[in-house]
Structures are given as structure tokens and as C-alpha cells.
């Protein structure tokens, strides 16, 4: 409930404030997960899929909130009684930070770095708590183009994501991924 509350609030915080509103962009985008230490013993590799929205106000520093969803399946030769996951939906505040400065809107290619928080819920194999609270970091690179008079923006980004390492069930094993991922953004 509280979750579900504060991004309500984060969501009107940004709306209502005109000059924020002016850089406004929604993604959609697809990625690639793959699993190290603990949760690659237990899951295989998998696709996830994303939503975005993003603050893009001041050039060189972004903020918004991610939602990215992706189900998993067990290891070939699993034993069934070792719990794995079978979904987790993340909820990330992030930030981006462009550290060289470059103009992001005018067909150029810009790097850039990301932090996050992560809010998950992954679904396992043996019902214990879903809730997770961890942190991402990585970066990306970004391309700014306009077609009919509407401003695009694709992002390719890698991130290590750990969803669980701060608040997890104890019956949980820690997640721990290398997250690819191509966005496509548009100026709302």
C-alpha cells in the first residue's frame, strides 16, 4: 500500500510541475538478463521487457521511475526440491547522469552513467515472501533524434542489478544480474 502510494505521489510530483513536464519521455523496450553466482546455479538466462518514465528537464542529470518484468525458469537437471524463481517485476527509481556534458536531443551519441533503487517482487518456486528491496548500477549509451516534429530517444544500457541484496526473505538466495537493454523513448 505505501509502496503503491509513493509512486502515485512521485507520478503527480512530475506532472504537476509545468517546467519538469516540458522534457518528459515514455519508453518501451526489451533486454537480456543474465544470472550470476546463486541465482545462476538455480535460473536460467531470460528476456525481460520494460516500461519507462523519465525526466529529461536538465541535460546531464535524469530521473524517473522503471518498471521492467520477466519470467524465468529453473536450470536443466534442477533438483525439485531447490526453490528457484519463476518471475520477479522490479520497480526502479533511477537516476542518469550525462558526464560529458553533450547536447542529448541532436543526433548525437552520448554516454552516460545510472544508479538506482531497486522495489521487487519475485515469485519463487517455494512461496516465501515476494518482497525485495537492492540497488543497480551501470550505463549506457543514449541517441537523440526527431522524426515528425517529435523528439525521440534510444537508449542501450548495462546494469548490474541486485533486487534482493538489502531486504529479502531468509529462505531466499540472493539475485544477482547483468541486465541489457534497448529503450525507446518518446517525448510526451
Known sequence: MRMKLLIILFGLFIIMNQNLQSQLY???GAGYIQPFGEFDEINKSA??????LENRYYC???Y??????SEFEAKDGLDSTIPHYNNILNITPQFRY???GLNCYDDVVFPYLQLGMIISSAGSSNN???????????GGLSYGFNIFK???LVDLNASYSMPNILIKDNTRKEIHYLHLNLILNVKL
Open 98 to 100: 550525462n558526464f560529458l
Open 60 to 62: 546531464r542529470l535524469w
Open 128 to 138: 516465501s515472501s515476494r518482497l525485495g528491496l537492492g540497488a543497480l548500477g551501470g
Open 26 to 28: 515514455g519508453g518501451l
Open 64 to 69: 524517473g521511475v522503471r518498471l521492467d518484468y
Open 150 to 152: 517529435t523528439c525521440f
Open 47 to 52: 528476456l525481460s521487457y520494460s516500461v519507462n
